[in-house]
T-cell receptor, first 112, second 108 residues
Framework: GAVVSQHPSWVICKSGTSVKIECRSLDFQATTMFWYRQFPKQSLMLMATSNEGSKATYEQGVEKDKFLINHASLTLSTLTVTSAHPEDSSFYIC????????FGSGTRLTVV | DAKTTQPTSMDCAEGRAANLPCNHSTISGNEYVYWYRQIHSQGPQYIIHGLKNNETNEMASLIITEDRKSSTLILPHATLRDTAVYYCIVIAGNQFYFGTGTSLTVIP
């Protein structure tokens, strides 16, 4: 079945630094990828939708200059959290649309 | 925005069928109903999806009402490993929003 690999699974970074999260579709091509953020005991909140080769579409309230999304190929999308602050600490999850919608295993970001 | 409403939580006895309802009264004709579940600190796992007809796979059954305004996910013989948050999602094109989900607890 379709597999989406997300790395790293967890990361701790210092406030003010940037962190890059990768999302790869391993056995299918994903023309569309989604990025979500999830706070404890809450549902997944869609941050942005990205199509290969074009700019991502961000949801209202999500700062595009802070959360940089690159979808340069049909199998890879990256999310970079720039100048991270403690309030950016969260669980970030990607999803890739192929024959269905497959999710990565998530990245736990802790900013200290 | 999510187009579904689900009960916040449910309990089910191990070995019994778990029936998880979902309301999607504003669903459009070309929108699919998808079900995913999320076990703590993991990515959501696909369960099943459907458009009009009832569907069954190795994990679950999906019953969609004739007017398509609601559906029920059925786990026929719930096990402790089925304890998770279950999300019912209405999808059309690239609109993929999660609602609050139902936290299912399977009790020994």
């Amino acid at each position: 079945g379709a597999v989406v690999s997300q790395h790293p699974s967890w990361v701790i970074c210092k406030s003010g630094t940037s962190v890059k999260i990768e999302c790869r579709s391993l056995d299918f091509q994903a023309t569309t990828m989604f990025w979500y953020r999830q706070f404890p005991k809450q549902s997944l909140m869609l941050m942005a939708t990205s199509n290969e080769g074009s700019k991502a579409t961000y949801e209202q309230g999500v700062e595009k200059d802070k959360f940089l999304i690159n979808h340069a190929s049909l199998t890879l999308s990256t999310l970079t959290v720039t100048s991270a602050h403690p309030e950016d600490s969260s669980f970030y999850i990607c999803s890739a649309r192929g024959n269905g919608y497959t999710f990565g295993s998530g990245t736990r970001l802790t900013v200290v | 925005d999510a187009k579904t409403t689900q009960p916040t939580s449910m309990d089910c006895a191990e070995g019994r069928a778990a029936n998880l309802p979902c309301n999607h009264s504003t669903i459009s004709g070309n929108e699919y109903v998808y079900w995913y579940r999320q076990i703590h600190s993991q990515g959501p796992q696909y369960i099943i999806h459907g458009l009009k007809n009832n569907e069954t796979n190795e994990m679950a059954s999906l019953i969609i009402t004739e007017d398509r305004k609601s559906s029920t996910l059925i786990l026929p013989h719930a096990t402790l490993r089925d304890t998770a948050v279950y999300y019912c999602i209405v999808i059309a094109g690239n609109q993929f929003y999660f609602g609050t989900g139902t936290s299912l607890t399977v009790i020994p």
